[in-house]
């Protein structure tokens, strides 16, 4: 406008264009309004539908591994026959299978679909917990246990991989520890669940520490026997769960039976953007100022509290929609191939998990770590049993005592996960919570068997810290493996941490019964000073292997630290490969990652790890 001075201009052209700057910021409101809508139905549907019958499984898988413990309690053995020895044989038996077929579980169930592979294995392991009401023989024992450590080896690694498809990195831990927790709620599920059978329905007499014959019932005049009537109901349970389970569970985000078509499109897209993320969270500081996807902004509406920390993908779709491209880029039509996907499987995902040094070293931590959890699933109603001797206990008193330690297990779980979450740290809470059970071990050596409250105190002390390492563990690998196939195998790799039900089935015995387990619980105490170490000494490495990759990026030029960002085929010089060598190994290795010319993943000397 000629002649006009420029604050009369810029006066005119705020108000002749003050009504479409409102338009616009009315239109931006209300599709950041539908965005935050669209983001809490997908991940409460995740969190109301899907991860409660995964949870519901892992709850049934934990009680058909511990089940046989709370059997005991009512005269098991003694019933069919056998010797209490025998029932550590066949612990022996099932840990060792169970263990030595994790990997192959875990890659199984990633070939053929988490959703056809882990209902079929259910089914079968639901119906070999029935058959050990016929059970006479010590053969029959060991079959069974074998059967079922067959079936039920892979479905940890396959179920959390599944689970970590749906969930970004930082939704993830709480998710899981709600997942993980099962174990501990299995612990005090099946210790009620048993007191109300054995209450009802007593064991015959012979059998040690049983209820008198007159508090028998009218099962009894059949012939049924308590331990049968808790292997018959548990095992029924898994089959009817299980056969739900080829209906319920969708093999990726695409094809889920509870999202509408936006809700697909936004659960395959926020995965996607959350991968995102990840890589450009490890690129050079001039590439995270430009990257617009990396860009962080404080929510417009404050739709929930609790989902506020709930992963970048969170932030990024509350985010101000000043940037169009970001936004429509958001609410892309996901392309052909699904990022939730529960089946596929490369020889690349294989054998670059199989030569990553630092599985080894965290499987290590896992088994020492592992030994209190997976020792008291099984044995903890036998220690109750053995509390103190003047309180004699039933065995309905002995499973029942056992539920509140179980619940603390549980509660301290939800707590450590969703700090780890929250903080976007993993294995710091591992540290503190390999604390807290050091402390409960410690108490538990030192109180004497006279003092059971002070001993009963120090148990719920000690279950509080234990099942807090091995899920976090979990969690810093999936947060760490970009690539499905791969993260589907390292977990299974990690699955040998159950080699710990083999050490505590060794540890436990009946010899230790009456000194209430003081000499294996001090063995467990080593054990676990012995991971606490590893673990600190895991973070301490990581951190050195970020500095050496930051630094060697410094050194890189823009163009090189993004070509190696995308597409992971950068020149490598001495340097380069030195540390490529201390994750990997030998140049034979490197020689084979390098053999299509592209790492991927944490292979990238781009990718820092988080800790």
């Known amino acids: 406008m000629v002649g006009v001075p420029s604050g009369e201009q810029y006066e005119l052209v705020t108000q002749s264009s003050q009504p479409a700057m409102e338009a616009v910021h009315e239109e931006r409101e209300h599709e950041s309004l539908e965005d935050q809508r669209l983001h809490c139905r997908t991940l409460r549907k995740l969190d109301f539908v899907l991860l409660p019958f995964l949870s519901l499984l892992f709850l049934l898988n934990s009680l058909d591994k511990s089940n046989i413990g709370n059997a005991e309690t009512a005269g098991f053995t003694h019933d069919a026959g056998l010797s209490a020895q025998d029932l550590n044989i066949s612990l022996a038996f099932f840990f060792a299978f169970f263990v030595a077929l994790q990997p192959l579980g875990a890659a199984l169930g990633r070939r053929y679909g988490m959703a056809r592979w882990v209902p079929a294995c259910m089914t079968l392991w639901g119906l070999s917990t029935i058959l050990h009401i016929w059970v006479r023989r010590r053969w029959q024992l060991i079959l069974l246990r074998v059967i079922i450590a067959t079936l039920e080896a892979g479905f940890y690694p396959t179920t959390v991989s599944y689970l970590s498809l749906f969930y970004t990195r930082y939704e993830f831990a709480v998710r899981l520890g709600i997942f993980y927790g099962q174990t501990a709620v299995a612990g005090a599920l099946g210790g009620v669940l048993s007191w109300a059978v054995f209450s009802h329905f007593p064991s015959r007499p012979g059998a040690p520490g049983l209820l008198p014959p007159e508090s028998s019932n009218a099962i009894e005049s059949i012939g049924w026997k308590s331990w049968e009537v808790l292997f018959l109901i548990e095992g029924c349970m898994t089959m009817v769960v299980a056969f739900v389970g080829f209906f319920w569970l969708p093999h990726s985000a695409d094809t889920a039976w509870f999202f509408n078509a936006s809700e697909r499109r936004w659960a395959e897209q926020r995965i996607r953007l959350d991968r995102d993320a990840a890589a450009h969270a490890s690129a050079s500081p001039t590439r995270r100022r430009s990257s617009p996807v990396t860009e962080q902004t404080t929510p417009s509406h404050d739709f929930n509290q609790d989902d506020e920390h709930d992963g970048e993908a969170h932030d990024r779709l509350l985010s101000s929609t000043d940037d169009t491209h ?180 060794l540890l436990f015995t009946p010899a230790d019964e009456k000194t209430g387990y003081v000499k294996p619980f001090v063995i467990t105490l080593l054990c676990v000073m012995a991971s606490f170490a590893g673990f600190a000494a895991f973070r301490a490495m990581l951190q050195r292997e970020n500095r050496s990759r930051q630094t060697l990026l410094a050194s890189w030029d823009e163009e090189t630290r993004e070509r190696e960002e995308l597409m992971g085929d950068a020149y490598l010089d001495s340097r380069s490969r030195g540390i490529m060598a201390r994750v990997f190994g030998d140049s034979t290795v490197l020689k084979w990652l390098r053999g299509d010319g592209h790492r991927r993943g944490d292979e990238k000397l781009t990718f820092l790890y988080s800790l």
């Open 326 to 505: 970001v936004r429509h880029r958001k609410m892309s039509v996901v392309s052909a191939t699904s990022v939730t996907a529960d089946a596929g499987l490369s020889k690349h995902d294989i054998l670059s998990a199989v030569v990553q040094r630092k599985i080894w070293h965290l499987l290590i931590c896992n088994i020492l770590s592992a030994i209190p959890a997976t020792a008291f699933g099984v044995f903890l109603p036998l220690v109750m049993k053995q509390l103190s001797p003047a309180l004699d206990l039933t065995p309905a008193q002995s499973n029942l005592l056992a539920a509140p330690p179980f619940a603390c297990g549980a509660v301290a779980l939800f707590i450590f996960t969703r700090w780890s979450d929250r903080s976007h740290q993993r294995l710091l809470p591992i540290l503190w919570s390999l604390g807290l059970l050091l402390i409960g071990l410690t108490l538990t050596v030192l109180s004497p068997m006279s003092n059971y409250i002070l001993r009963y105190s120090s148990l719920c002390i000690l279950l509080s810290g234990s099942y807090i390492a091995s899920p976090l563990t979990v969690a810093w690998l999936t947060n760490n493996t970009p690539e499905p196939g791969k993260r589907a195998i390292l977990l299974g790799i990690n699955g040998w941490g159950n080699l710990a039900g083999v050490f505590s089935a």
